[in-house]
């Protein structure tokens, strides 16, 4: 054997070892190849034998909306005597509902910003104390 054939023996090898010892996919991208038993060791967030699933948001980010409501798009969509980013938090009996410009917290509406009263339903226009006292800009 030459020395020429000794090379592409050892480049066919070396395809040939990499074909066989590759993982699914080459994991997407998202996770690194155990070589031991071409497994995936997928990265944070995803899942699957090629690491092409993410890992489900609802339950593990959002907690199942803490049972208080459903996850749509990967979002809570809270029932009605919920609200909050996981509908952890309960209303009860606020004036108004808020508006939709806030949440109930103890039958008390805790306004979005920009908005203020008992029921939300005032737009704050200006929202610096004394507006800035004409030395700056709101």
Do not use: Y
Request: hydrophobic share 25%; net charge negative; aromatic share 4%.
């Amino acid at each position: 054997m030459n020395k020429h054939t000794t090379i592409i023996l050892s480049t066919i090898s070396i395809i040939f070892i990499s074909t066989v010892l590759s993982c699914p996919n080459s994991c997407s991208g998202r996770g690194e190849c155990n070589t031991s038993d071409n497994s995936c060791i997928c990265e944070s967030g995803w899942t699957g034998l090629d690491c092409s699933e993410t890992t489900n948001f609802c339950s593990e980010i959002l907690k199942n909306c803490s049972g208080n409501g459903i996850c749509l798009n990967n979002a809570c969509a809270c029932t009605a005597e919920w609200t909050g980013p996981i509908c952890g938090i309960k209303l009860t009996n606020c004036q108004n509902n808020c508006l939709g410009h806030g949440f109930c917290l103890n039958g008390v509406c805790q306004c979005d910003a920009g908005f203020t009263g008992v029921d939300c339903g005032i737009v704050q226009t200006n929202t610096c104390p004394m507006n800035c006292s004409g030395h700056g800009i709101c």
